[in-house]
């Protein structure tokens, strides 16, 4: 169940108005009284035989007698509206329930405690069999202000009450750093635009790619502009630039001018001064990302992000996570157009998890936003797949990471966003990486190296090795293993290289797991043959490791 409380100035009357009217696209049908202050209030919308102008009026100037009464002594804020829905698979509620739930609401806001005779006065209209408005005026009945400290909050632990003692679903806890949500009344003109979402959603997703892609605030802004975006810098009268907004091309109002969304009503961290503290950590030199192919260097920062999650200050692996939340909003714009549609799905998810209460550390990630940039910089993004794939994986054990993190800090709402975002991110993976996969098997070596490679594994990676070759993923190891191998490396060492980079323990796929980080091992220069005989020294001092009969050593043959 969401509450939303709105607050306003002036009278009711606008509101009343709207509330017993026929709303923006006709939706409202019996509109009518559930609740009231004292239960016999006029009601527009069960007064058949009356004017339903003239009982309106009748209604709000009830409501405002005691804002009246106060006259030029009454603040400039007077008028409380709190819609309240109901989750779409939730039962339908009675009229007396719907009642009932008023009045907790109102008296949790401090609108209306119970069994105040002097509170303020309030009506619940009912719209429709998922919710109903509130509307309230801020002054009691005996003249003074009501104590509605922290109301929202108030407000919002009352309605994880209710859907307790309803049977109704059970929304997650927040803290306070959720963007603002879309009106209904924004959902209805993007409806009448053709819009697949709201002008604050489209002008919120163009405006992180931008700040994901800038290096300086010069940039961010010629990059907003270049998405279509108009922008509005706000000046101060010594020249300094405060603050901005934008606005999407033909979003305008009745008048015909543009509607403009400052930076900060967006979300929290789309203010100017969170832009820039962000960009101050990223320096405005060239992109160039060593060594030389910046997807290898974009996965091996995300494969990263777990050891930050699991060891370092919470400020760092908040740092981290607002990194990858940049790298996922970057991504959907390089991939191919089959698997675009979950990544920008998977990226509008986990935008959710990239905020919270801790400050983060925006410096400790610096490599992962360098390298995306780097990325988003070629022209010759995309390759075969195999970089956007090997990220991917990557991507996903870290947001499986920070699943597990956002909820040993009891972030709810991160932590069911972070759930989110895997699941999109793992639809993405099977576009993208299959083909790649599947490609990489069809050119997989024969039999008698392959059983040369199996013997390396299970002496590297016994504990895997079965999982691994029982995998559909180790023909296209295979085929890696043989790319680096005929590129001069040793496949001993470079296995043992592999395994050194993080555990496999928790990879879904340990054959997949290797084929990347072999495949970004192999591109690499291979060692000169002095190192490689030290190397070959180093591996003969090993404790053999006993071969199981699934994958048995080879005879060697002898020379003709």
């Not at 919308?45 to 009246?68: F, W």
């Not at 959720?178 to 993007?190: G, L, M, Q, Y």
């Not at 009891?410 to 932590?415: K, T």
């Not at 995998?471 to 296995?495: C, P």
Request: with cysteine.
């Amino acid at each position: 169940m969401i509450p939303k409380i709105i607050t306003g100035k002036g009278s009711t009357r606008r509101l009343i108005a709207y509330l017993f009217g026929k709303g923006d696209a006709n939706e409202h049908v019996d509109p009518h009284l559930v609740a009231s202050w004292n239960d016999f209030a006029p009601d527009p919308g069960r007064s058949p035989h009356r004017d339903p102008k003239e009982v309106e009026k009748q209604l709000y100037t009830q409501l405002d007698q005691p804002v009246a009464m106060l006259g030029r002594r009454a603040t400039k804020t007077t008028v409380w509206h709190c819609p309240v829905r109901a989750a779409p698979e939730d039962p339908i509620l009675s009229d007396a329930q719907w009642a009932e739930i008023a009045r907790r609401i109102v008296a949790a806001a401090g609108i209306a405690p119970a069994g105040d005779a002097e509170a303020c006065r309030w009506v619940a209209v009912w719209h429709a069999d998922d919710h109903i408005h509130i509307a309230a005026t801020l002054v009691r009945q005996d003249g003074r202000r009501p104590r509605r400290d922290y109301d929202i909050r108030a407000v919002q632990r009352e309605a994880r009450q209710i859907e307790v003692d309803y049977g109704l679903r059970r929304l997650k806890p927040g803290d306070g750093t959720a963007a603002k949500r879309p009106t209904s009344k924004e959902h209805f003109k993007a409806k009448r635009l053709g819009q697949d979402a709201t002008s604050r959603e489209i002008l919120r997703r163009r405006v992180r790619r931008a700040i994901a892609a800038a290096s300086t605030e010069t940039e961010f802004f010629v990059l907003l502009e270049a998405s279509g975006v108009a922008v509005r810098p706000k000046t101060e009268p010594s020249g300094d630039v405060s603050g901005y907004s934008v606005s999407l091309p033909g979003d305008v109002n009745k008048q015909g001018e543009p509607i403009w969304y400052a930076g900060s009503t967006l979300s929290g961290d789309l203010s100017l001064p969170q832009v820039r503290k962000r960009l101050a950590t990223t320096p405005p030199e060239p992109v160039t990302v060593q060594p030389g192919n910046p997807w290898h260097q974009a996965t091996a920062s995300t494969e990263r992000i777990p050891f930050h999650l699991t060891h370092s200050d919470d400020g760092v692996a908040q740092g981290q996570l607002a990194a990858l939340g940049g790298a996922l909003d970057l991504l959907s714009l390089t991939a191919p157009a089959a698997a675009r549609t979950e990544l920008e799905r998977a990226s509008a998810a986990f935008e959710r998890a990239t905020r919270s209460r801790i400050d983060a550390d925006h410096a400790s990630a610096r490599a992962l936003r360098r390298s995306v940039q780097a990325i988003w910089n070629d022209p010759v993004r995309h390759g075969d797949g195999a970089g956007l794939a090997m990220l991917i994986d990557a991507a996903l054990t870290a947001v499986a990471y920070a699943m597990h993190w956002h909820r040993a800090r009891q972030h709810a709402q991160q932590q069911a966003a972070s759930e989110q975002a895997l699941i999109h991110l793992q639809a993405a993976y099977a576009q993208v990486a299959e083909p790649v996969l599947a490609g990489l098997a069809i050119r997989t070596p024969g039999a008698q190296t392959k059983r040369r490679y199996a013997h390396h594994l299970l002496r590297s990676a016994p504990q895997h090795a079965e999982h691994i070759l029982n995998d559909r993923a180790w023909d296209a190891l295979a085929t890696s293993l043989a790319e680096a191998e005929a590129a001069g490396h040793n496949v001993s060492n470079l296995l043992d290289k592999a395994l050194n980079q993080r555990p496999l323990d928790d990879a879904r796929s340990p054959a997949r797991a290797l084929t990347w980080r072999i495949r970004r091992l192999g591109q690499r220069q291979a060692p000169s043959p002095q190192a490689q005989a030290a190397n070959a020294r180093h591996a003969m001092q090993r404790p053999t490791v006993s071969v199981s009969p699934l994958s048995p050593e080879p005879k060697r043959q002898p020379r003709r």
